[in-house]
Every structure is written in C-alpha cells, then in structure tokens.
C-alpha cells in the first residue's frame, strides 16, 4: 500500500480511503490497546476512538514522517485518557515512582528468575504506571527505537533509558508482590 | 575505563550509542566479565520481555475477529452543523416557498397549476446544487434542514389559500 497516495486521498476528501488505513492497521492498534488496558471491550472502544482521532487529525500529521508511529501515538494517548479517566491505573506520583526505583538493587533477581509465565509478564506490565507502561510498550510491543520513543516524547536518549531501566526495577518489585500475593492466596 | 553504566548497556543493546561511546563499550566489554554478564541478563530480559509482549494465538484469533472499518467510518462521517451555507440555503428556500405560495395564492398563471409542495420542489435543484458547491459533501445530511423548512412553508402556503379560497 503507497500510504502516503492513501493518506493525500483521505486529505482530498476521499473518505472511503481512510477505511483501507483502518483495515491495515488495525490489529496493530487493537493490539496496543489491549495491552496497555488489559481488557478486549476497552481495547475496541479506545482502538476506534484513536481512529477517528486520526480521521480528524490527518491534516496535522507530517507526511515526511512515517504514519504508524503518529497512529500509535494517538493511539497510546487514547488509552491513558481512558485509563486515568477509569481510574484504573497505579496513582503513585512521579517524586514517589523515582524514590522506589532510584535505589540501585545489586542483588535483586532477575526478570527471568521471577517471571512464571508470559502472563504474569503481562500483568506486572498492566500494574505498572502510566509513563513506564507506555515505554515498555513502544519499545517491547511496538518496536520503536530509543531514538523513535525519544522524537516522539520530546525527551533523550538518555532519559529514555533511564525510563526503561526504572521501568525494569518496578517489573520485578511487582513480580516480587505477585509473587507473595500468590503464596499468601495459597496458604 | 571504568565500569559500564546499566543505562549505558541498554543503550548499548538498543544501538542508541554514538560511535566513539560505542567502541568504548565493547572494548571494555571483551576485557571485563562483570559487564559482559550484565549484558547478557539485560538481552535475555529483553527477549523475555519481547516475547511475553507479543500477541499469543488466542488473542490474534479476537483481534481478527473485529472490524473496525465499518464503525469507524459511520463515526467519521459528516454530521449536520449549522454552518453559515446551511442557514444561508435554508432561509433561500424559506424564501423560495414564501414567493410560491405567494404566487399561487395571489392567481398568477405562472406557477398557479401546480400545488405550493411542487413548486418548492421545483426550486430545489438550484439550491441542491449551490449546497453542493458550498458543503462540499455529507450533502443529504446537511440538507434536510432546508428541505424540512421548505416542505413546512409549502404545506402553511397551502393551508393559507384553501382558507382564502374557502373565504372567497
């Protein structure tokens, strides 16, 4: 597909071309979606939200820059909208995130001695705050690269490491909890 | 060179280093088992991370059980708005059926053999095509107002001159 003809199409007032963007990237965007809300009625209402916030947005969109990460953006904005406005998101504050990661944890075990199963990835992946969700997500199940997440975010390479690095540290506390929690469920 | 930073490593995995940084890494690396270990948890976190984020067989079989074309377009299609070339064409019309009425109720010959209904029909198609011109689409939708009005000042004409006749 010649996205770019699509997308000046679309722009031309050709709405039936927009559908062609929707049937290709779809399961992309649901996909997105569904994990960062972890539930597949959200995912569907947020996936076509995000949508149509591309229909009406297309002019804003750079045509020297690649459509899908725009899409995943407004996608990934969708998604924290509903979230925060669902309440369904850890509400620790940022001062509070940083003071429970910032402490280097030399002897903490790794991701993969704590991980069970894909699904308990999953879940600590859901427990995690919004900004961290978000990069695990765009760097993990988008693909993106540093830079990519770093143009996009406005932030630095840097800073974008030191996301995913904090992110990490708060995967294996939660896994820790589920863990405990788990025991505990058992006894 | 003293030990690698965990950020830088990461940094490292992703290819986000610059040149001179990155050299300087991997020559540190071959010299230094620690960091090479940390490397190596930090790939197999990735992968392990990759992995438990990508979308397993059942939730591919959902996601392509959904269409979201067919709601998505319905959602973007033109919705009325009162945009000046609305109200503009609406009052024309208004007028267009004032004139009508008017004309059949005062016995002039040149529309008197048709009811005040066909005769705002018969204005339509002029203001069909400067609605056209002016919406530039979603022209069924943002017309009925205008038709509505047009039909309602037809149907009060009408009323008015079978009084009139009624009278006379």
Partial sequence: MDEQAVIDRCLGGDREAFGALVQHYQSLVLGLCYRMTGSREDAADVAQQAFLQAYRNLHTHDPTQPFRPWLMKIATNECITLLRRKGRHPTVSDDEMVAQVATPEPDAPSLMALADDREAVRRAVRALPLPYRTVILQFYFEGLSYQQMADQSGLSIGTISTHIYRAKQLLRRTLIQQEVTLAHAAL | ?168
């Fill in chain 2, 1 to 168: 060179m003293r030990h690698c930073e965990i950020e830088q490593l990461h940094q490292y995995l992703a290819g986000a280093l610059a040149e001179t940084e990155r050299a300087e890494v991997e020559a540190h690396l071959t010299g230094c088992h620690a960091c090479s270990m940390a490397l190596a948890e930090i790939a197999a976190e990735d992968a392990l991370l990759t992995d438990s984020l990508a979308l397993d067989a059942a939730e591919r079989v959902w996601i392509e059980s959904i269409d979201l074309v067919e709601p998505v377009m319905a959602l973007a299609s033109p919705r009325f708005r009162l945009t000046p070339p609305v109200v503009l064409t609406s009052l024309l019309m208004l007028a267009g059926g004032y004139l009508a009425g008017s004309i059949w109720s005062a016995g002039s010959g040149l529309l008197g053999d048709l009811p005040d209904i066909g005769a705002i029909i018969t204005l339509i198609p002029q203001f069909f095509r400067f609605f056209a011109w002016l919406s530039g689409g979603g022209l069924l939708l943002t017309l009925w107002p205008a038709l509505l009005i047009a039909a309602l000042s037809g149907l009060w004409h009408l009323t008015r001159t079978k009084e009139t006749n009624a009278h006379a």
